[in-house]
């Protein structure tokens, strides 16, 4: 997994409540075996009209944000179906930071798996970033991980939260397999009284 | 286990987390011991080509239990050739994989075969105390016997394969009691909807739900699968109903649950698994039952919701970001405020899913088709949840029921609940629908999706359009 350290870049706004993961990627994609090559599906249906021709007004098919790396959105982002293939989708298409009032659960943890910074700030806070990302190339959005800041181009600096150990393995772009199988004795150890306490597990 | 077991009250929650706690970090990250991990096609290939590419095993294959399911086709022929080649290939991964790696297998020619969430329970591989993994969210479902259960991306399957454990924080305790009896017509689906209508698609982020109250008691097993299954569409990973007796009674005997001595010492343990007196909740909802009423999803998240008594809402009476949302939801629903549920055509019913795709759902929906026919024009399609299921409905009578109102009599998958094999609703095409998400192009590009109960997908498919099954119910 890449290492996520500071990211500055163009933010495209997506101002949706409830953006869920079929619209990040709907299962037509999800019949891959790899992990690579979904960015040309991400949020499909608002992008491509029935004949698969880009639909113009869509934020991403936009020229000021074909580059874009970090997504400002509304509440609720990602909520739905526990696919990786959301994170994987945005990812592939070059983004490496989501910026919401609020995440669903599953999604939140896959980004931490694939170098994804899933950022919660309040509501203005977000409002105010959803107004730079308006501006396109001419704003752009500064993210410091080990800070725990988001930039906006007016120089407004906002803090935000993060759980201690995702920012270090994210910071380090750590294998959280590795990190697991460190442990292994503890599982032994675990397995070995469970067997005894739970026989019929 | 018992070195992290104080005498503070706790919710049923805090004693499976702690029996299952492997490790704690000063920060609270902590390791958990999973007991059974459920793979299927979709979300599981990317993870054993990990395993592969690190030259890692499968830690406990005897825990894992391998079905395909999502994008199975449900026509007859499938055991021998499936022709969309992306679909076969997935397949085909997970046959190579539960092959290579010595996990139990359920092929499509075996008719225990079926979506996972029906799978686990049928099979007894889900008991109570366990946690209970899969890389699928609506693994909530198994939560109905009293485990932890909830769903996890493709690195965290690759985790529990190598591992055999999970790295997460704990999350907090929301109780959801619905109070007193349900009314006639009334189901579990409407339950979990009403919650969800009630506390949002949010509400229970970074919570796990316990659902109690005498409502929740009276359901059967099925039903109790049908409101955990929901509760990711609540927001919360997990739901978790007290086991108790209907719980033991439909665990007994099955081919994975204890036996003699080994089945008293479970039930020991088991029934010590609920909430103590005094427990801390960090939310706490109460429902009558008496307030809910048969309900329909009107627009594209479930938390759309209301009854089947009302009307298309005005997008300006929402507030914040939902008036956007709701805007947005009726021009893809191509629905307009005002209009009366009941005004509402519909083309498609479909009856299945890891929601509605147990017996007792084929028997709802069976009792008001029963004599009656699909309205012109409406497609109908029934698809069991397992090839028992589906054993068991031609058995009782049901299948015949459903063929002569002129339904699709289907082979078991997840199906046009997520449209990834061919049965998929056309662009504009209304679906009332016993599954459990209505998102945009969720049972095919462009077609619009009611959330609903077996027997108001019955009601709707004979009537032609949304309609409340109580008008078609025999008077008490
Ligand atoms: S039936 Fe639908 S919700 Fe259930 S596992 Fe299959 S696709 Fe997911």
């Known amino acids: 997994m890449d290492k996520f350290t500071t990211l500055t870049g163009i933010a495209a706004p997506l101002p949706l409540v409830n953006i869920d993961t079929d619209m990040i990627i709907p299962k037509q994609y999800l019949k891959t075996i790899q992990r690579t090559g979904l960015g040309k599906g991400l949020f499909d249906e608002m992008r491509y009209d029935d004949q698969g021709n880009e639909i113009a007004d869509f934020v991403l098919n936009q020229p000021a944000y074909r580059n874009a790396e970090i997504l400002v959105a509304g509440d609720n982002f990602g909520c739905g179906s526990s696919r990786e293939h959301a994170p994987w989708a945005l990812l592939d298409f070059g983004i490496r930071c989501v910026i919401s009032t609020s995440f669903a659960d599953i999604f939140y943890n896959n980004c931490f798996k694939n170098g994804v910074l899933p950022v919660v700030l309040p509501q203005e806070a977000v409002d105010h970033l959803m107004e730079d990302a308006r501006k396109g190339a001419n704003a752009r959005i500064s993210v410091d991980l080990e800070a725990q800041t988001v930039s906006a181009s007016d120089g407004t600096v906002f803090g935000f939260e993060i759980d201690p150990f995702k920012k270090h393995c994210l910071l380090n772009g750590l294998d959280d397999i590795g990190l697991t199988l460190e442990k292994v004795s503890a599982i032994d150890v675990f397995e070995a009284q469970a067997k005894t306490q739970y026989p019929w597990v | ?476």
């Open chain 2, 1 to 476: 286990m018992t070195a992290h077991q104080s005498s503070a009250p706790k919710t049923l929650y805090d004693k499976i987390w702690d029996a299952h706690l492997v490790d704690q970090q000063p920060d609270g990250t902590c390791l958990i011991y999973i007991d059974r991990h459920l793979v299927h096609e979709v979300t599981s290939p990317q993870a054993f080509e990990g395993l592969r590419m690190t030259g890692r095993t499968v830690r406990a294959p005897g825990r894992t239990i391998a079905v395909p399911d999502h994008n199975v086709p449900t026509t007859e022929g499938r055991d021998k050739h499936i022709d969309n080649e992306e679909s076969r290939i997935q397949v085909d991964a997970l046959d190579r994989n539960a092959r290579d790696f010595g996990i139990h297998y359920y092929p499509v020619s075996d008719i225990r075969q079926g979506i996972v969430h029906i799978v686990g329970p049928e099979q007894g591989w889900t008991l109570p105390g366990m946690t209970v993994v899969c890389g699928d969210s609506h693994t909530a479902t198994h939560g109905a016997f009293g485990a932890l259960a909830h769903g996890i991306g493709t690195s965290e399957v690759e985790h529990v394969l190598a591992t055999q454990t999970l790295i997460q924080k704990k999350s907090k305790n929301m109780r959801v009691e619905i109070t007193g009896k349900l009314r006639p017509g009334v189901t579990a689906k409407d339950i979990t909807l009403a919650v969800i209508g009630k506390i949002g698609t949010a509400g229970g982020t970074g919570h796990v739900i316990e659902y109690c109250g005498e409502a929740i008691r009276d359901l059967s097993m099925e039903g109790r699968m049908t409101v955990c299954n929901m509760a990711i569409e609540g927001g919360a990973r997990a739901g978790l109903i007290a086991p108790d007796e209907k719980t033991f009674d439909y665990v007994m005997g099955r081919p994975h649950a204890p036996k003699g001595a080994a089945w008293e010492a479970a039930l020991a343990w088991w029934k010590t698994l609920h909430s103590d007196e005094g427990a801390q909740w960090d939310k706490v909802i109460t429902i009558r039952a008496e307030d809910i009423e048969p309900v329909v999803t009107w627009g594209t998240s479930p938390e759309d919701v209301l009854p089947i008594t009302g009307a298309v809402p005005a997008p300006e009476s929402f507030s914040g970001g939902k008036v956007g949302a709701a805007q947005r939801s009726l021009d893809y629903m191509g629905l307009k405020p005002g209009t009366k549920l009941t005004d509402i055509p519909i083309h498609a019913v479909f009856i299945g899913s890891c929601t509605n795709g147990r017996i007792e759902d084929l028997r709802a929906a069976a009792a008001v088709l029963k004599g009656r026919k699909l309205a012109p024009g409406v497609r109908g399609m029934v698809v069991p949840g397992s090839g028992l299921v589906r054993a068991q409905a031609e058995e009782e009578g049901l299948a015949q029921i459903f063929v002569d109102a002129g339904f699709e009599w289907r082979l078991a998958g997840c199906s046009m609940c997520l449209a990834m094999n061919p049965d998929q609703l056309a662009p504009g095409e209304r679906c009332a629908a016993t599954s459990n998400r209505n998102f945009e192009g969720r049972q095919g590009r462009g077609g619009r999706t009611h959330l609903m109960s077996p027997a108001m997908a019955a009601a709707a498919g004979v009537t032609g359009r949304l309609a409340d099954v109580r008008e078609l119910m025999a008077p008490a």
